[in-house]
């Protein structure tokens, strides 16, 4: 007997009751588990005792600070977490990405469309999930090491914490070691198809693992070529 499959946990934080419904009835009949923080001030306590699978979280709350909050959610967990906002400037984005966000969609938004994020989201925040590929369990660049299997990074001989979008831009640029790749084919890899566009999620993710990994003053891990795109230098 097959054990029965356990639907993905969504924890919706929002004020709005109508965006509310709207994302709950549309996620539950595709088979998703919904849980609702109104103000945002439970966030904290449900991501500990429920262990959602995703956070849709509005940045406009009448209790506390929603990047604020992103940065508490990501500090606590690997969770997925798509920003919903009506703030739709760059400068938010890329505040919320660096808070931690995976993602960001601004309201208003198509059902469909958040639905693909969601998917998408889903396929790299989960990666035992995904197909998989002929590739090295270990990768070893200069002292630092990538157990693809573990999903785990250590910098000489200590574990750094990654969330699963750092690993897998990270993991990307190691696989292809040498190799120049394009703004456009690391959103295609690792954020999905319909991405190309969003080069500051590139730019902001980079930063992210360059402050984590590369030594004040060494040889940089990851190389920027202008307008052309990244690459981590071969051997």
Same mark, same amino acid.
């Given at each position: 007997m097959t054990e029965p499959t356990i639907p993905t946990r969504v924890l919706i934080v929002e004020d709005d009751p109508n965006i509310v419904d709207l994302m709950r009835s549309n996620l539950a009949v595709r088979g998703f588990?919904?849980?609702v923080s109104f103000d945002g001030s439970k966030t904290l306590t449900l991501l500990d005792t429920e262990q959602p699978d995703m956070v849709l979280l509005d940045l406009m709350l009448p209790e506390v600070d929603g990047f604020e909050l992103c940065r508490q959610i990501r500090e606590r967990s690997n969770v997925?977490?798509?920003?919903?906002?009506?703030?739709?400037?760059?400068r938010d984005k890329v505040n919320a990405?660096?808070?931690g966000a995976d993602d960001y969609m601004t309201k208003p938004f198509g059902i469909e469309e958040l639905l693909a994020r969601i998917l998408a989201t889903l396929r790299r925040t989960r @990666?035992?999930?995904? !197909?998989?590929e002929a590739a090295p369990s270990v990768i070893t660049i200069g002292d630092i090491e990538l157990d693809l299997p573990a999903q785990q990074?250590?910098?000489?001989?200590?574990i750094v914490h990654l969330t699963p979008t750092e690993f897998a831009?990270?993991?990307e640029l190691a696989l292809n070691r040498g190799k120049l790749l394009s703004r456009a084919h690391l959103l295609r890899r690792v954020w999905g198809r319909g991405y190309e566009t969003e080069t500051e999620y590139v730019r902001v993710y980079i930063r992210r693992l360059r402050a984590k990994l590369e030594r004040p003053g060494g040889? @940089?891990?990851?190389? !920027?070529?202008?307008?052309?795109?990244?690459?981590?230098?071969?051997?």
């Open positions: 588990d919904t849980l997925a977490i798509i920003v919903v906002s009506a703030r739709g400037g760059e990405l660096n808070m @990666p035992a999930d995904a !197909t998989a990074v250590r910098l000489a001989g200590e831009l990270l993991r040889a @940089p891990l990851i190389i !920027t070529q202008p307008r052309a795109g990244y690459r981590i230098a071969g051997d």
